[in-house]
């Protein structure tokens, strides 16, 4: 398996952030840094990009904010943007409501009262 160095989470909620990097420390990978909306994440992978230390790996919520309001479609906004600006990066989506994206590694359930790490480590497991 491929050793993944650097994830980025765009998530809004600090609460599901430790959720799953809880799970990715238990699948024995690091921490994802932090991006709290669409633009800031995007910045962070394309700065990091620039810098010759890219992201291996997105996580994103699909609700967050896009342009400063609240959108259902935050994360399919990243995705379309990631794909106009030629940027590849696998991601998961970890969410509340389970979605079929063909061009994605794959998705993982939300529940706040379940432990994530199984359904990461089927997901992650996809990257090797």
């Not at 989470?9 to 699948?27: F, P, T, V």
């Not at 904010?65 to 379309?80: D, K, N, P, Q, R």
Request: aromatic residues 10%.
């Amino acid at each position: 398996m491929r050793k993944i160095k650097r994830i980025i989470n765009i998530e809004d909620s600090m609460g599901k952030h430790w959720d799953i990097n809880r799970a990715l420390s238990w699948n024995g990978y690091p921490n994802a840094e932090l991006a709290s909306n669409a633009e800031q994440g995007l910045e962070m992978i394309e700065n990091a990009i620039k810098e010759g230390n890219p992201y291996e790996l997105l996580i994103t919520d699909m609700y967050f904010s896009v342009h400063g309001e609240e959108s259902e479609e935050a994360g399919l906004y990243v995705i379309e943007e990631l794909k106009k600006r030629n940027i590849q990066i696998p991601i998961i989506v970890c969410s509340s409501l389970n979605y079929n994206i063909p061009e994605i590694t794959g998705c993982v359930f939300y529940n706040k009262s379940k432990d994530l790490s199984w359904e990461f480590r089927e997901v992650l497991n996809r990257l090797s």
